[in-house]
C-alpha cells in the first residue's frame, strides 16, 4: 500500500482512515454522487458536499441593542478604530450635498405627492387575466355578443367594396411578408407581422377613390392612453402603451339604437366567484386620477376607429387566445372611456351618443375581431345599462405559408 506525506511525515493510518471514509460515503450515496465529491485519493470535499446538500454557511445572528433610557452607551466613535468591550456606534445617513444619479434614493411611497389611501388595480400591456374574457366583461361591465354586426358583415360582402383582383393582391402580400421581405429561410412573427399588417392596411388604403371618408383618418403609434373608472368599492385603470390606432375626423356610427341600449337592463353580468375579479391586475397606491386620449386638445383626428394588436414571439409578452382577447376589450374600453369623458364630464351617466371603437389582433395566420359599443360610464353598480361587445374570433387567413416543401414518408405532403 502506498503511503501518504502529510505535513512532511511518511505515515499509512492517515491513507487507511481516508479509505475508510471513502467507502462509507459510496456506501451511503453511491458511486456516481462519491464520485463527483471526492477525488482520485478518496479525499472528500466537503465544500462540494455542502452545496448539494443545500448547506450554506451558517447565518450570522446580529445582537440587538438595548437602549435603556438615561444610560448612554459607551462606543468607540471618538477613538476611529474598533475597540473589543465598546459598543458599535451608530452614524446618521450620509447626504451628499450634489446630485448623484448613481446613488439616488426614491422616496418612500407615502411620501410621494400621488399617494392614496386605497390602491387602485391597473391593467397594462402586459397584463394577463386569469378568467380572460369573462374577467374582461366583467369589468367592463358588458355584454357579449357572438360574431360581428350585420352592418359590417354586409359592407364585406358587398362587391363594391371589394378590391380589384383581391384575392391575388391579398396572397402577394402574404408573400411579401412571408417570404420576400427577409432573407431567412423561415422568418421571425416579429418581422412578418408588421409587414402583413401594414400590406393589407395598404390595400384597405386603395379604397380611397370609392370612400373619400378613408383619407380623414391616420395611424398613430406609441401613444400612451389613461382612462380611470370606479366600480363597487375598488378603484381601476387602463393606461400605458397599447396597439397602432387608426384615427378619424368623424366618429365611428352606432351600431344599435337607443331602444335596444335600455333593453341591456335586464342582462346579469357573469361572475367567477371564490376568484377576485381583480386577479392579475396591478395594485399601486400611487397613480394619477386622469382620463387621457393620449392626444393634445385641437387634434385634428381626435376619433378613435380601430385598434390594432399584433401577438409577437416574445415570452414575456405572449399571450393566449383567449388573454389576447381580453386585451382587445380592455383597451378598446379604455380608449371610448377616455374619449366619452373628455366629450360628456366625468360624472357617471347613459351616453346620449355611444362611443364605438374596433379592435383587431393578429399573429400573422389566425385574427381577432372586436367591436365595443359604450353605452355608459356609470360602471359602479351592476345593474342598469350594459356596454355591448361583438366579438369574431380564430379566423385563419391562410393555412400555410411554407418555402420548403413539407415531405413525410417520401411524399409530398403540403406542396410550397
Known amino acids: 500500500m502506498s503511503k501518504v506525506i502529510q505535513h512532511g511525515v511518511r505515515s499509512t493510518e492517515p491513507m487507511l482512515l481516508v479509505v475508510q471514509v471513502g467507502n462509507a460515503a459510496r456506501s451511503a450515496f453511491g458511486n456516481y454522487s462519491h464520485s ?26 446580529e445582537k440587538k441593542t438595548v437602549d435603556i433610557p438615561g444610560l448612554e452607551r459607551v462606543t468607540y466613535a471618538d477613538r476611529m478604530h474598533y475597540v473589543p468591550g465598546l459598543a458599535k456606534p451608530v452614524f446618521p445617513d450620509w447626504r451628499r450635498d450634489w446630485h448623484d444619479p448613481h446613488h439616488y434614493r426614491g422616496p418612500k411611497n407615502e411620501e410621494m405627492k400621488l399617494h392614496k389611501a386605497n390602491p387602485c388595480y391597473v391593467f397594462n400591456q402586459r397584463t394577463k387575466i386569469l378568467e380572460g374574457v369573462r374577467q374582461a366583461l366583467w369589468l367592463t361591465k358588458s355584454k357579449l355578443i357572438q360574431g360581428l354586426p350585420e352592418h359590417i358583415l354586409s ?35 416579429d418581422r412578418f407581422c408588421p ?8 390595400l384597405c388604403g386603395t379604397l380611397q377613390l370609392k370612400h373619400t371618408s378613408l383619407s380623414k383618418s391616420i395611424l398613430a403609434e406609441n401613444y400612451r392612453v389613461a382612462a380611470l373608472w370606479n366600480q363597487e368599492s375598488d378603484v381601476f385603470q387602463v393606461r400605458g402603451l397599447n396597439g397602432m390606432l387608426l384615427n378619424s375626423m368623424t366618429p365611428l356610427p352606432e351600431v344599435i339604437q337607443s331602444g335596444e341600449v335600455l333593453a341591456t337592463e335586464n342582462h346579469t353580468l357573469e361572475t367567477f366567484c371564490p376568484i377576485s375579479p381583480t386577479i392579475d391586475l396591478q395594485s399601486t ?10 392626444f393634445r386638445d385641437g387634434y385634428p383626428y381626435p376619433h378613435a376607429h380601430t385598434l390594432f394588436f399584433i401577438e409577437t414571439e416574445d415570452s414575456a409578452a405572449k399571450f ?12 378598446a374600453f379604455g380608449n371610448a372611456l377616455a374619449r366619452a369623458k373628455s366629450l360628456y364630464g366625468e360624472h357617471p351617466q347613459v351616453l346620449e351618443q355611444p362611443v364605438v371603437v374596433q379592435s383587431i389582433a393578429t399573429d400573422g395566420r389566425l385574427f381577432q375581431f372586436i367591436v365595443l359599443q359604450l353605452n355608459t360610464t356609470d360602471l359602479g353598480p351592476d345593474t342598469g345599462v350594459k356596454n355591448l361587445i361583438w366579438m369574431d374570433q ?17 411524399a409530398v405532403t403540403v406542396s410550397i
Not at 38 to 57: Q, W, Y
Open 155 to 189: 359592407l364585406a360582402e358587398d362587391p363594391a367594396n371589394q378590391i380589384e383582383d383581391q384575392g391575388k393582391r391579398v396572397q402577394q402580400a402574404i408573400r411579401h411578408s412571408c417570404f420576400w421581405d427577409t432573407t431567412a429561410i423561415r422568418p421571425k412573427r
Open 36 to 61: 463527483r465529491r471526492c477525488d482520485v485519493s478518496g479525499r472528500r470535499f466537503f465544500s462540494v458536499t455542502c452545496a448539494l446538500f443545500g448547506r450554506g454557511p451558517p447565518s450570522r445572528i
Open 285 to 294: 397606491y400611487v397613480y394619477d386620477q386622469k382620463n387621457d386620449t393620449g
Open 394 to 410: 380564430d379566423q385563419l387567413l391562410y393555412d400555410y405559408a411554407k418555402c420548403r416543401p413539407l415531405i413525410k414518408k417520401k
Open 195 to 202: 409587414v402583413l399588417l401594414r400590406d393589407l392596411l395598404h
Open 320 to 331: 393566449k387566445p383567449e388573454q389576447l382577447r381580453a386585451k382587445m376589450i380592455m383597451f
